[in-house]
Structure formats: structure tokens, C-alpha cells
Nanobody
Framework: QVQLVESGGGVVQAGGSLRLSCVAS????????MGWYRQAPGKERELVAR???????DYQDSVKDRFTIYRDNVKNTLDLQMNDLKPEDTARYYC??????????WGQGTRVTVSS
């Protein structure tokens, strides 16, 4: 069964850090592209960061220089290191994987709350 499971969310003060992790099964290698998305209450889901192919990365402008996405093909994980968190980063964060010629796979999400 193809599955993505996120973890690592929590409550943190502004300026703090969190590391989110997404475990892919049966293997991360089946996903051509993987990314982290987030959805704040009352807002649409948006791209935070993604890895395309072996090493090409894209970031939303608001998180550049603060967030880093890591794909580990041995551990089957996609991590998102988030530093200098701001209250506007508060959202539910989702892991997404895309396979060729198939519908995207989404995880259930993990909540991040940043207090001011």
C-alpha cells in the first residue's frame, strides 16, 4: 500500500525551530517528485517546498533561507527543517508524493503552531 505518514509538528515560539518528517512506503523511490504543502485555517493549501528529480528544489518565497527540504532515498524520508518560525507559518503541513501517470499521494498532515 502506498502511504505517506508525517510527524514532527507541535507548538513552538516565534524564532524557534521544528523538523517535520514524512515516511514513504513501500519506498520513496516510487515518487518522482515530493513536496511539503501547508494549509492555514480559512486558506487554500499552498506549496512550501518540493524536490523534483534527484536534487532540484523549489521554495515558496516566504520560507526561503528559513526552511530546508531533504529527501533521503535510503531512509525513505522527506524532511523539512524549519528555522526562525513565524506566527504566519502556523498551519497543517502535508507531505505529497507524485508518481508518473498516477494520482498524487497525500499524507494526513501534521499541525504546526507558532506562538508570538
Amino acid at each position: 500500500q502506498v502511504q505517506l505518514v508525517e510527524s514532527g509538528g507541535g507548538v513552538v515560539q516565534a524564532g524557534g525551530s521544528l523538523r517535520l518528517s514524512c515516511v514513504a512506503s513501500p519506498s520513496i523511490s516510487i515518487f518522482r517528485e515530493m513536496g511539503w504543502y501547508r494549509q492555514a485555517p480559512g486558506k487554500e493549501r499552498e506549496l512550501v517546498a518540493r524536490v523534483r528529480g534527484p536534487s532540484s528544489t523549489d521554495y515558496q518565497d516566504s520560507v526561503k533561507d528559513r526552511f530546508t527540504i531533504y529527501r533521503d532515498n535510503v531512509k525513505n524520508t522527506l524532511d523539512l527543517q524549519m528555522n526562525d518560525l513565524k506566527p504566519e507559518d502556523t498551519a497543517r503541513y502535508y507531505c505529497k508524493g507524485e508518481r508518473p501517470s498516477d494520482v498524487p499521494t497525500w499524507g494526513q498532515g501534521t499541525r504546526v503552531t507558532v506562538s508570538s
